[in-house]
């Protein structure tokens, strides 16, 4: 289900551009060497190496591509946006959250994480104690989000660990799903600040949404960030418009921004 980068894609050129500029801007010529050996050849880096950009400082692992997520290029649409709004989110709820970029470059502006991840959350822990960030200001949540609690099996995908999903042809497994209305308390949300969502979990997105009903009707001020690729954006609509009233705005092609009114 992971997207591949491929120099036939020549559309995704300057998007390509914008990744390398952003590595060589602080000096990471290893990055850019990386990531041409991915697109060209889809080589993977055979050691671990510590590296820091605009999002914080990073461990990137060995056999994976950790040092294209940590980059401020990718996904800039939904970083943009993140600026424009950051001095008022009161909390940063993340499902999904990778190596913990989102919330490492937000907590380094005074903004309260939830880090919902549950095939990569010891990364998240490395990059937390690499960045010296306050204790509390990022809850690393060890599960997957969706309408039940219930014990899941995932797929592992080699490399591009953070496009691994939920495998639903079996049953049971050994990693926790868990409602978001069961993670957060909605009574210790600050009411006046604002609250965003932001879902990448590879066509679990509806799944989780079920499992946030209350949440997002009792959210005031809410901003929903989603990736709408597998799930469907009408099918997601559907749901989010059964909760409460939406505006949406197609932030890349790739996610949605939906704000509550």
């Known amino acids: ?15 390509y551009f914008a990744y390398c500029l952003e590595f060589m801007k602080r000096g990471d010529y290893q990055s850019v060497s990386e990531a041409f050996r991915y697109l060209l050849f889809k ?49 940063f709820i993340d499902v999904g959250a990778c190596i913990g970029e989102y919330d490492i470059w937000l907590a380094k502006q005074g903004v309260r994480s939830v880090a919902v991840e549950p095939v990569n959350h010891q990364a998240i822990f490395e990059n937390i104690a690499l960045n010296k960030i306050p204790e509390g200001s990022i809850q690393v949540m060890k599960c997957a989000a969706g309408s039940e609690n219930k ?32 993670i957060i308390d909605i009574n210790a949300i600050d009411k006046e600040k604002l609250t965003v969502i932001k879902l990448d979990i590879e066509g679990s ?3 989780a949404l079920r499992g946030a009903e209350k949440l997002i009707k009792g959210i005031e001020k809410l901003h929903l960030i989603y990736e709408y690729t597998f799930s469907g954006e009408q099918a997601i609509r559907e749901v989010l418009d059964r909760y409460a009233r939406f505006s949406y705005k197609d932030l890349d092609g790739v996610n949605m921004l939906a704000v509550k009114y």
């Open 43 to 91: 080589g993977l880096p055979a050691r671990p190496r510590i590296a820091t950009t605009r999002m914080g400082t990073f461990r990137f692992r060995k056999g994976t591509t950790d040092f294209q997520f940590a980059n401020f290029s990718y996904e800039s649409a939904i970083k943009k946006h993140l600026q424009k709004v950051m001095s008022n989110i009161g909390l």
């Open 205 to 207: 997105e509806i799944e």
């Open 151 to 182: 014990k899941v099996s995932f797929h592992v995908l080699e490399g591009v660990t953070s496009s691994s999903y939920i495998n639903n042809e079996e049953s049971g497994g050994d990693i926790d799903c868990r409602r978001l209305d069961d």
């Open 1 to 15: 289900m992971a997207y591949t980068p491929s120099p036939f894609r020549v559309s995704k050129y300057g998007k």
